[in-house]
């Protein structure tokens, strides 16, 4: 039981490029999340998912976009990536009424 | 509007002394509240949450938090902090019944542990 897994670990971008940052859970929650943290900010929430087909907008979703490809897996996508999308990415799931279960975060550097 | 406020930003302890972090929230619905630790370079981990019952809540690692619903709070505590302990400290409140699971999270407590 791996719970959520992220990939890549690390990246660096130079402006302008895109890339996609991969999340996958294996507990069966119906919801997952996307969150960006910047020192200060705390987690900002992205884009989530409460169900698969279905995603919505959070706090700071411009510049990205999200794909929730089945129930395990839930995608984000930088298509021309920005130096204030330097952050550290984090994805999140849950089931109603529980604890938000995060991964190990994606370390990105845009130059 | 919904809110979560960890007033200090950042705190400093001496090894074996008492901690406090405060978390006080603004929500309409009934909530349920956490609180979650982040070492250095790595994730969140739930250290404890509370959804109905005991107002007192014990959690892993030796902490416990109570929460005050005429106060609007939920604050963290541990009688005896080890240097281990020393990360950063998010509380979080959702709403019982929603159907989402989403959470509101306060920017962060960092706890630095003087030996």
Redo the contacts between chains.
Sequence with gaps: NAGVTQTPKFQVLKTGQSMTLQCAQDMNHN?M?WYRQDP????R?IY?S?SEGTTDKGEVPNGYNVSRLNKREFSLRLESAAPSQTSVY?C?S???????Y????TRLTVT | AQSVTQPDIHITVSEGASLELRCNYSYGATPYLFWYVQSPGQGLQLLLKYFSGDTLVQGIKGFEAEFKRSQSSFNLRKPSVHWSDAAEYFCAVGAHGGSQGNLIFGKGTKLSVKP
């Excluded at chain 1, 995060?102 to 975060?105: N, V, Y």
């Design positions: 919801s999340y200060g900010m705390g987690l929430l989530y409460a984090f999140a849950t089931r109603p009424g529980d604890e938000q995060f991964g190990p975060g």
